[in-house]
């Protein structure tokens, strides 16, 4: 069983930064897709950004150029850099783990708040 912990989030003013972590447990990390989710308020759920086993990247339009994904697998972990941070940057934000071997199968950590205000 995989379990996924996220951390980092909290409250930002516009233009801002914040990197958020995504821990996790289990062996099949270093072969797994690894993507960053936001849901906001009233909205669904939408992809932010997806880095593969490879280290292949894809962002959504929204926050090109100003976040950036990463991995560590000697650590199991995910990270999101949030740079230039807007008021609708503000989510719930999610990690997801999808094995390569088992693309069917989906883990989802339990979500970090990012909020921007001033």
Request: positive net charge.
């Amino acid at each position: 069983q995989v379990q996924l912990v996220e951390s980092g989030g909290g409250l930002v003013q516009p233009g801002g930064s914040l990197r958020l972590s995504c821990a996790a447990s289990g062996s099949i990390f270093s072969m797994s897709t690894m993507g960053w989710y936001r849901q906001a308020p009233g909205k669904q759920r939408e992809l932010v950004a997806i880095i593969t086993s490879g280290g292949r990247t894809n962002y959504a339009d929204p926050v090109k150029g100003r976040f950036t994904i990463s991995r560590d697998n000697a650590k199991n972990t995910v990270y999101l850099q949030m740079n230039s941070l807007k008021p609708e940057d503000t989510a719930v934000y999610y990690c997801r783990l999808t094995p390569v071997l088992q693309p069917t199968r989906e883990y989802w950590g339990q979500g970090t708040q990012v909020t921007v205000s001033s």
